[in-house]
């Protein structure tokens, strides 16, 4: 039985919820909302194992909608591993973040999208 492919190299779409509150905890107020973008980022890094991430503008208008120090404590984001298109191959996958449609989080844990 071969494995034909890694489970790190399938075009995934996933739906997360982020605790921003907590990852900000004792961040001074006037490097929140950037602490959070890489919160963000480093949160997709780790779960869809690529070292590229790029944030959607809805998102970042999303995280500094309230200012630079009221950053919204939960985030609804969908996190999708996209095949890079560009000419320089040094990675082959990224991963795109966007705001999910559906901010209502209770009860919701990670829900796998349709590719």
Same mark, same amino acid.
């Given at each position: 039985?071969?494995k *034909?492919? %890694?489970?790190?190299?399938e075009?995934? %779409?996933r739906?997360y919820?982020?605790?921003l509150?907590k990852?900000?905890h004792d961040?001074?107020?006037?490097?929140?909302?950037?602490?959070?973008l890489k919160?963000?980022?480093k949160?997709a890094?780790?779960?869809?194992n690529?070292?590229?991430?790029r944030?959607d503008?809805?998102?970042n208008?999303?995280?500094?909608?309230?200012?630079?120090?009221?950053v919204?404590?939960?985030?609804r984001?969908?996190?999708?591993r996209?095949?890079?298109e560009d *000419? *320089?191959?040094k990675?082959?996958?990224y991963?795109?973040?966007?705001?999910?449609?559906?901010?209502?989080?209770?009860?919701?844990?990670?829900v796998l999208l *349709?590719a």
């Amino acid at each position: 039985m071969a494995k *034909d492919k %890694s489970r790190s190299t399938e075009l995934v %779409s996933r739906e997360y919820t982020i605790n921003l509150g907590k990852k900000l905890h004792d961040i001074s107020f006037k490097k929140r909302a950037p602490r959070a973008l890489k919160e963000i980022k480093k949160f997709a890094s780790k779960q869809m194992n690529t070292s590229d991430v790029r944030i959607d503008i809805k998102l970042n208008k999303a995280v500094w909608s309230q200012g630079i120090k009221n950053v919204p404590r939960r985030l609804r984001i969908v996190v999708q591993r996209k095949r890079n298109e560009d *000419d *320089d191959d040094k990675e082959q996958l990224y991963s795109f973040v966007t705001l999910a449609d559906d901010q209502n989080t209770k009860g919701k844990g990670t829900v796998l999208l *349709d590719a």
